[in-house]
């Protein structure tokens, strides 16, 4: 039951150029969303959400879109860095966690930054 | 900058035995939870922790798992008879405030890689 899926399970992308990174999602009870920035060795940290009531996200370098119709978001870097190699986790919170999982992860995709 | 630390880093065990993960939250954190991830997989909820009592769980948090703040420092995760798809990553989380949001201030640990032979 993938109810967060990156279908990407790896990107490359030259240094100075966009990454974007794409999530979809099939549970129509999130309404929050979060990406996730992992290295080797160490836990996950968080990045960047966005919250269902609203389409777009931006924290300097990164943003994230959603498109609530296609349940699909996505996670841009502009420019890219060598540093953001790394995997990144998107994740979905459902409103009401009765009977939920209240954070749900994606599998990863793996984003090299080649310089 | 405040972290979370785990450990081990890694463990091997043999199946049926039992395995105490352990975590040292960050210190004003009051909010405490456990993650796993299978090789290859996807990072998975297993349980949240407040106020000495589980707030929620998850489907793969069966009788086997249990959780104990034992003292006012460390969080640990028992898996009382091991099986060989416990094997996974581990991590450990914690967070200032709960609920969601915000999963923003939840700060992960490195994980401790348990191997159940």
């Known amino acids: 039951d993938q109810q967060v899926k990156q279908n990407s399970p790896s990107l490359s992308v030259q240094e100075g150029r966009i990454s974007i990174l794409n999530c979809d999602y099939t549970?129509?009870?999130?309404?929050?969303f979060l990406w996730y920035k992992k290295y080797p060795a160490e836990g996950p940290t968080f990045l960047i959400s966005i919250s269902s009531i609203k389409d777009k996200n931006e924290d300097g370098r990164f943003t994230v879109f959603l498109n609530k119709s296609a349940k699909h978001l996505s996670l841009h870097i502009v420019p890219s860095q060598p540093g953001d190699s790394a995997v990144y986790f998107c994740?979905?919170?459902?409103?009401?966690?009765?009977?939920?999982?209240?954070?749900?992860f994606g599998k990863g995709t793996r984003l090299s930054v080649i310089a | 900058e405040p972290e979370v630390t785990q450990t081990p880093s890694h463990q091997v065990t043999q199946m049926g035995q039992e395995v105490i993960l352990r975590c040292v939250p960050i210190s004003n954190h009051l909010y405490f939870y456990w993650y796993r991830q299978i090789l290859g997989q996807k990072v998975e909820f297993l349980v949240s922790?407040?106020?000495?009592?589980?707030?929620?769980k998850s489907e793969i948090f069966d009788d086997q798992f249990s959780v104990e703040r034992p003292d006012g420092s460390n969080f640990t995760l028992k898996i009382r008879s091991t099986k060989l798809e416990d094997s996974a990553m581990y991590f450990c989380?914690?967070?200032?405030?709960?609920?969601?949001?915000?999963?923003?201030?939840?700060?992960f640990g490195p994980g401790t890689r348990l191997l159940v032979l």
């Open positions: 989380a914690s967070s200032v405030l709960g609920g969601r949001p915000p999963w923003e201030t939840q700060y």
């Open positions: 994740a979905g919170s459902p409103l009401f966690t009765s009977g939920n999982t209240p954070l749900v």
């Open positions: 549970n129509s009870m999130f309404d929050y």
């Open positions: 922790f407040y106020n000495n009592e589980i707030s929620e």
